[in-house]
């Protein structure tokens, strides 16, 4: 007989095995980065603090209520507040990942980079998993003033770059906030290998319909 797993064990199964797979790829190191996920009924759950992705323990994750106080397991990530508000300004994303991917970090870091748009849509996959990255300025680590920044900006875009940090990103379910992530890395990558080069990025025009048919949260 197979039995029928909850919801909420099947996300805590979820979070570690994406947890993991960043990780061992090399997509987060140490132990930054932090990932969330909201249960039907509103709940949360969200990564520890300090801990490293690559090791995540399903039964010990932190669960939080839809006002992000804690109810049970380690204590939360101390972006806790930041994944609040990206729930609170997006009605239908479930799950969000936070990376210290090395090439968006890089993108983060140039002092030319556009903070109304932080990568320009070089492929088609960007424009559909991403579409528009605007940059809110640098905040320590954990700090309100980070998360109500990210605020502003999540009502018009899930995927949001933290200057001098790395990516934070919404997604309906857990697996589009991932491959989303991974897509915002990858782009950043070829839009630093290519600088200095003449570029065909993709008419605005097939980005943003791209984007607007896509399922992105
Ligand atoms: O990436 C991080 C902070 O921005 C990691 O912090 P936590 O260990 O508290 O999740
Ligand atoms: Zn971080």
Do not use: W
């Amino acid at each position: 007989m197979t039995a029928i797993l909850s919801e909420e064990t099947r996300m805590r199964d979820q979070i570690a095995a994406v947890g993991k797979s960043v990780f061992d790829r090399g997509l987060t190191a140490g132990s930054t980065g932090n990932i969330s996920v909201r249960l039907g009924d509103g709940r949360l759950l969200m990564t520890p603090t300090n801990t490293s992705l690559g090791v995540l323990d399903p039964a010990r994750l932190s669960l939080l209520d839809a006002d992000c106080n804690h109810l049970s397991g380690d204590k939360p990530t101390k972006e806790a507040f930041l994944h609040g508000c990206m729930y609170c300004r997006r009605a239908g994303a479930n799950a969000v990942v936070h990376l210290h991917s090395t090439h968006a970090v890089a993108v983060s870091i140039l002092a030319d980079t556009d903070p109304e748009d932080a990568l320009p849509p070089l492929t088609a996959y960007y424009a559909m998993r991403v579409g528009h990255l605007p940059m809110v300025p640098y905040y320590a680590p954990g700090d309100d003033a980070l998360a109500l920044a990210v605020k502003e900006r999540a009502g018009s875009a899930h995927a949001v770059l933290l200057a001098n940090h790395g990516p934070v990103v919404a997604g309906k379910t857990l697996l589009d906030a991932q491959y989303a992530a991974e897509e915002l890395e990858e782009t950043a990558k070829l839009h630093l290998m290519l600088q200095e080069r003449k570029l065909n990025i993709l008419p605005r025009a097939e980005a943003d319909r791209l984007s607007a048919i896509s399922s992105a949260g």
